[in-house]
């Protein structure tokens, strides 16, 4: 069974640009998060779809934002870029039968440099 | 103060140790306890998932949760070089559709 997988593992771009960053989650799970990790705040998290709905959000601004798509991928997109939005994105999915808790999986992410 | 608290060592160890990581969490509605390893350049992998108070094993590893004092811990016995990784611990808020995680013990098993 395919893994979560996060493309493209590695980026960079200016400050100002935006990004969009893509997940496939594990055949058959329709939970999607997204979280960001950096050295100084460790994991956070993004936002949580299901079912193209978004279900949770965290704490970050309107300039971080995501989407999932009918087949369960995601992708997420930061416009506007800072230097401060260099980091680790992380995708991971949830199996249709462990709602609400249960395992997350995760994938090796994707590294982002904001020059 | 962060919801949960981890101290981010580093933690050196020799081979065959007993290791001790330990996590701190703030909201006592917490119910669902995670640890998960982290290695190098990879995304983080489930170790061990408990509900509530108590102790589970698996193998080499035991978590341990203790509400009142609000204290997780992970043990790993005869700890190997390949234990080397960075180790998080994570709850589940009261809705369960987000994980709060710790930020992080990094482990180093010296041969």
């Known amino acids: 069974k395919a893994g979560v997988t996060q493309t493209p593992r590695y980026l960079i771009k200016t400050r100002g640009q935006q990004v969009t960053l893509s997940c496939s989650p594990i055949s058959g799970h329709r939970s999607v998060s997204w979280y960001q990790q950096t050295p100084g705040q460790g994991l956070q998290f993004l936002f949580e779809y299901f079912s193209e709905t978004q279900r949770n959000k965290g704490n970050f601004p309107g300039r971080f934002s995501g989407r999932q798509f009918s087949n369960s991928r995601s992708e997420m997109n930061v416009s506007t870029l800072e230097l401060g939005d260099s980091a680790l994105y992380l995708c991971a999915s949830k199996g249709l039968d462990s709602p609400g808790r249960g395992e997350l999986f995760f994938g090796e992410g994707s590294r982002l440099t904001v020059l | 103060q962060k919801e949960v608290e981890q101290d981010p060592g580093p933690l050196s160890v020799p081979e065959g140790a007993i290791v001790s990581l330990n996590c701190t969490y703030s909201n006592s509605a917490f119910q669902y306890f995670m640890w998960y390893r982290q290695y190098s350049r990879k995304g983080p992998e489930l170790l061990m998932y408990t509900y509530s108070s108590g102790n589970k094993e698996d193998g080499r590893f035991t978590a341990q949760v203790d509400k009142s004092s609000k204290y997780i811990s992970l043990f790993i016995r005869d700890s190997q070089p390949s234990d080397s990784a960075t180790y998080l611990c994570?709850?589940?808020?009261?809705?369960?559709?987000?994980?709060?995680f710790g930020g992080g013990t990094r482990l180093m098993v010296k041969p």
């Open positions: 994570a709850t589940y808020n009261n809705a369960g559709n987000m994980l709060t």
